[in-house]
């Protein structure tokens, strides 16, 4: 069905095709405001090229240099242009029908504008059609794919896909307990910090959408520039631009590339520094993963001693098949579930896999000879809702004290919890003999358990 179908069969204008359509206008329309439109159509398509005239027509499928416009009665222009895309893919539709949906019309009410607004505003409509005009060689659902298929060929998509495996390192590393061992503490703190400036164009994409376009259905409509589709994936609550003339996708956040590439590379650089200044943390953890291979068929119990201790708080935890190194995407790979098994392993980080063994055996023979006798370890000095504080543990912090006159009841506090701010690294208090001493107990009982013996 052509327009000329549902079009009034007497047609006064020359350069506009009046399409009658249901509606209510406000009183203070004018007739004369036809002869307005018409003048000023006419005026415009002077200067306007033959070729995107010829564009319009076959979008149309009206005659050339001629105009549609939505009007109520006869002779009242409705007060919204239709949409140039309306046209298009109209064989997707049976029965071309105009109505007042508002998906059917520009958002501009033609009444408002002064006459200079409104000459301004018929050439931008003229624009559109023309470059509407353009897309109708292919179908909408050809036009999706086009633009999902330059999404992923954007450069800042395709740069993001390259260096995917840092991306989500660093996303992954950003929430380890590990950063809290390495050294010096501000150069963490700093490292952090990049990292929200350096992915913060990357997490604005959404998940789906971040390496590849998504495969959630999308839609096209017509930008206001006239030189492009808007693209939105109400699932993804994603929208960009699709210029399909030069097939390019233009994203709502279009970082510079060259800045880009420096900035990912930076902060995977400036991690492995960080790694690589603290070696002591290299060695553990490297000892850690060969000891969790050594025992991996060795049944451990905590209280047999310091090193079936050590077994049973990396029976969890995970580790890279190659040996650690001290790299961002090496260190990805570290999963641990206790920070503590890095205070555990330091006795053993010179043994060999027959020595630490040996350890363990030694361990079950003493637990298997150990007598009935109540020790001083069992005896409780203070307990309270079910947890107990040991004489001997008491013994221990007594001890440490006594060697360290500056300490704070606050700082004694998170220190015995095993809270390893930056206060108590910078004091080394993390690798004292009573760092965690108290880790199962909860945060508000501890001063009781302290108020108890200091």
């Known amino acids: 069905m052509s327009l000329t179908q549902v079009g009034f069969t007497d047609q006064p204008f020359d350069h506009l095709y009046l399409l009658p359509i249901g509606a209510e206008l406000p009183s203070s329309t004018s007739k004369s405001f036809l002869n307005q439109l018409n003048a000023t159509i006419k005026e ?20 050339v240099g001629v105009f549609p416009l939505a009007v109520v009665g006869e002779t ?5 242009l239709i949409q140039p895309d309306y046209f298009l893919w109209k064989k997707q539709k049976q029965g071309l029908q105009l109505t007042t949906q508002t998906h059917h019309f520009d958002t501009k009410n033609l009444y408002k504008l002064s006459e200079t607004q409104l000459k301004s505003y018929l050439e931008l409509q003229l624009t559109r059609y023309a470059f509407t005009g353009k897309l109708i060689s292919l179908s909408r659902k050809q036009w999706k ?18 260096k995917r495996d840092v991306i989500e390192a660093v996303e992954v590393l950003n929430r380890s307990m590990l950063l809290g061992v390495l050294n010096p503490p501000e150069d963490v703190a700093f490292w952090r910090h990049r990292v929200e400036i350096v992915l ?18 999308i839609k096209l409509e017509i930008s206001k520039s006239a030189t492009s589709f808007t693209v939105t994936c109400e699932e993804c609550d994603l929208q960009y631009g699709y210029y399909p003339l030069s097939d390019q996708v233009v994203l709502h956040e279009e970082p510079s590339i060259e800045q880009a590439k420096k ?35 060795v049944a451990t119990q905590d209280i047999l001693g310091p090193g079936h201790q050590l077994v049973a708080s990396i029976r969890e935890a995970v580790f890279p098949h190659d040996l650690i190194e001290p790299t961002l995407l090496s260190f990805q790979h570290v999963k641990l579930t206790t920070i503590d098994s890095l205070r555990f392993v330091q006795p053993y980080l010179a043994f060999t896999k027959e020595e630490f063994l040996n350890v363990l055996q030694d361990e079950l023979e003493q637990a298997n000879h150990t007598t009935t006798e109540v020790s001083k370890s069992e005896v409780v000095y203070f307990s309270t809702k079910g947890y107990e504080l040991m004489e001997e543990e008491v013994d221990v912090i007594e001890d440490y004290l006594a ?26 208090l993390h690798t004292s003999p009573i760092f965690g001493l108290l880790r199962p107990w909860p945060k508000k009982l501890i001063p009781q358990a302290i108020k108890s013996f200091w």
């Open 44 to 63: 415009l398509l002077h200067a306007f090229p033959m070729e995107d005239q010829h564009r319009i027509a076959k979008l149309t499928q009206l005659p």
């Open 76 to 80: 009242n222009a409705y007060p919204y």
């Open 145 to 162: 794919a086009k633009a999902q298929a330059a999404y992923s060929q954007n450069p800042f998509i395709e740069l993001a896909r390259e």
């Open 200 to 217: 913060r164009p990357y997490r604005a994409l959404p998940e789906q959408a971040r390496y590849v376009a998504c495969k959630h259905p």
């Open 263 to 297: 900035r990912i590379a930076t902060i995977e650089r400036q991690f492995n520094d960080l790694a690589e200044g603290t070696p002591k943390v290299i060695k553990a953890l490297q000892k850690l993963q060969q000891v969790q291979l050594w025992t991996k068929n």
């Open 403 to 428: 060697r360290d006159e500056n300490m704070t009841f606050h700082l004694l506090i998170q220190v015995l919890k095993g809270e390893a701010t930056s206060k108590v690294r910078s004091l080394n």
